[in-house]
């Protein structure tokens, strides 16, 4: 039987009569998705655009004019709706992957940035620039430590100089600037438009309020401090006391300071006040009261902390007010410190209103170009002049001189000396000064006068180090300095008595004129690096750094040490500087551990 046939099988979709598309749904299609002819024209157009900002498309006038032509024939409704859908712009470059407000695209970037094609930043320029950096590309995608520093998701491929920027620019978000640097770049800008000679004409500038601190004026002070008066004689009398040769009665008192940041350089008692001056390289002065007595022994008066300024000279400065006499001289007394570290300028610090002034204009010309730093000065006794030790010069140095109190120039005295200036030391009366040079040649300049004086030769002098003068008002000795101490390198310091040698003693005399030492001492075994008289002339401090416990007492004017201090156990430790006070009841020893000891010196 035949096998039945399968019907037909019946159409699921027949098809339909399409009705043709009119003129306008052809406009509106090609509108809204373009043909090709529209498209491979768009690509030839743009080809060389390889990222376009949301801007409006800069195309020629005929080209706008036949676009407006276009659209105008469908009715205002369609244009208004689809003339912002203009080629070049497509779908895909009107979206992007939003990752930050930080990272957006590069042609939105460029779109946001100013017109200004100047550069903003505030970075300085760079001198140099590394010829291999042009040549390094760096993957940032590839890179899981390196994704962060894209701009957007599809950066790949930096160069040398890019990658370097945004390592810098990543840094600094993650790290700050410190405080430290700002304030080093400040300090910075500070110095170099000090040395600019152009930069002020006034003698005396004020740095800005957080450079320079004020300190409490000195008569708050005293109104906590307790009882501040002018010291006495142990005996209670105001007589000049004696004290005994050979032997010395001497006692411990409570440390001033216990230990410091830095080393004791600066050590100095206030000519009236029981106050103690101390300072060093941690750009710290402190004043202490001294008063060892219990409950709290010598307590921190004040302190002053002048940052970038490592001290390395500091001294009281007492002058008198005008039309002031003998009975009302200690009410009438200014009293000032001066601080001075290794650079150009010095610092002066009223007590009395706690103002702290920078001293930059001092010196002017060939006094000023000698003046390389003003680290090493003395001030007269008067506290009229200020002496500084100018720059060393092969063949000889100089001092300039210094008015305190109107801070100008005043003369210069020309050392003629092989190797320098190594130190001087001011007379009595404070009307000249004793400069040595470092080959034992000492000059006696006459300030009123402006001329050398005296000269002399330190007998056996090897490396001269130092030099220190001792008032007596009662023998009549040039300035009213009896006593002169000179140091060496080896160790030696030579006493002279000035009576006698001194008055017949002149620069029109023979070249050759040296005179005998009284007393020379030999104890010491290193450089002498401080040399101290008592106020009234009966002690001699003799000390070097440079060894430990290296420390001598002599007594004039006998000219013998003290064989019972100092001992093999007393704790003196590395000595960088000593002061006695006005009235030789105290001797301060300070040392490289920052620590200040104080003796009481008895009759």
């Known amino acids: ?47 060389a655009e390889e990222d376009l900002s949301l801007t409006r498309h800069a195309g020629g006038d005929e080209e706008s004019a036949a676009e407006d032509t276009q659209y105008d024939d469908l009715g205002e409704d369609v244009s208004a709706h689809f003339k912002l859908w203009l080629p070049p712009l497509t779908l895909f470059q009107l979206f992007f992957l939003d990752t930050g407000a930080d990272q957006l695209p590069a042609s939105v970037t460029r779109a946001l940035e100013p017109t200004n094609p100047t550069n903003s930043s505030s970075r300085p320029k760079a001198v140099w620039y590394d010829s291999d950096d042009d040549r390094i590309t760096v993957s940032l995608a590839s ?50 438009a000090d040395d600019e000679d152009v930069a002020s004409d006034s003698d005396v500038s004020m740095d800005d309020e957080d450079s320079l601190p004020s300190a409490q004026p000195l008569a708050d002070l005293l109104r906590t401090a307790g009882s501040l008066t002018r010291t006495t004689s142990k005996s209670g009398t105001t007589g000049l006391r ?21 080393s004791i350089d600066t050590l100095q008692f206030h000519p009236y006040y029981p106050l103690l001056l101390a300072a060093g390289p941690s750009s710290t002065i402190t004043i202490y009261h001294v008063s060892p007595q219990p409950p709290n022994p010598n307590p921190i008066l004040t302190s002053l902390h002048v940052k970038g300024t490592p001290i390395h000279t500091v001294a009281f400065c007492r002058t008198l007010e005008a039309n002031s006499t003998k009975t009302d001289e200690e009410s009438n007394a200014q009293t000032r410190i001066f601080l001075s570290s290794r650079r150009r300028y010095f ?44 720059s060393s010069r092969k063949g000889g140095g100089c001092i300039n001189i210094l008015s305190t109190e109107s801070m100008q120039w005043i003369c210069s005295c020309r050392v003629d000396s092989r190797g320098g200036v190594a130190d001087f030391a001011w007379w009595k009366d404070g009307n000249g000064f004793a400069a040595v040079g470092k080959n034992g040649e000492v000059s006696e300049y006459d ?19 130092v030099i220190a003068l001792s008032g007596d008002t ?69 000390s070097s750094r440079w060894k430990k416990n290296a420390l001598r007492l002599a007594h004039l004017p006998s000219c013998t040490l003290y064989r ?40």
């Open 564 to 603: 019972n201090w100092p001992t093999d156990k007393t704790p003196l430790g590395r000595i960088s500087s000593v002061a006695l006070s006005t009235d030789g009841g105290y001797l301060a020893v300070g040392n490289e551990q920052g620590k200040i000891r104080l003796w009481e010196v008895r009759e």
């Open 143 to 192: 890179n899981t430590r390196l994704r962060k520093l894209r701009d957007t998701e599809d950066d790949d491929v930096v160069g040398g100089r890019e990658y370097i920027q945004r390592l810098r620019r990543q840094y600094e978000r993650l790290h700050p600037t410190p405080e430290w640097v700002k304030y080093v770049r400040k300090r910075r800008k500070v110095s170099e």
């Open 1 to 47: 039987m035949p096998a039945p046939t399968r019907p037909a099988a019946r159409e699921k979709n027949p098809p339909t009569d399409a009705l043709p598309k009119d003129d306008i749904e052809l406009r509106l299609e090609k509108a809204l998705f373009g043909d090709d002819a529209g498209f491979l024209a768009s690509l030839k157009r743009n080809q």
């Open 447 to 465: 300030i009123e006068s402006r001329r050398v004086v005296v000269r002399w030769m330190d007998e056996g002098a090897v490396g001269t180090t």
């Open 242 to 262: 004696k004290l005994r040769p050979e032997v010395v009665d001497i006692q411990r008192c409570k440390d001033v300071a216990g230990s410091g940041p830095s």
């Open 347 to 390: 610092h002066s610090w009223s007590l009395a209103t706690g103002v702290v002034t920078k001293v930059t204009r001092a010196l002017y010309g060939q006094a000023r170009k000698e003046q390389r730093t003003m680290e090493a000065f003395r001030l007269s006794p008067c506290g009229r002049y200020m002496g500084l030790v100018g």
């Open 474 to 542: 009662s023998q009549q000795c040039r300035g009213g300095s009896r006593w002169v101490a000179i140091g060496s390198s080896s160790g030696v310091v030579n006493l002279y008595d000035r009576r006698g040698w001194t008055n017949t003693a002149s620069v029109d005399s023979t070249q050759d004129e040296r005179p005998k030492p009284v007393r020379m001492f030999d104890q010491l075994t290193t450089p002498v690096s401080q040399l101290e008289f008592s106020e009234d002339g009966q002690m001699l401090v003799m």
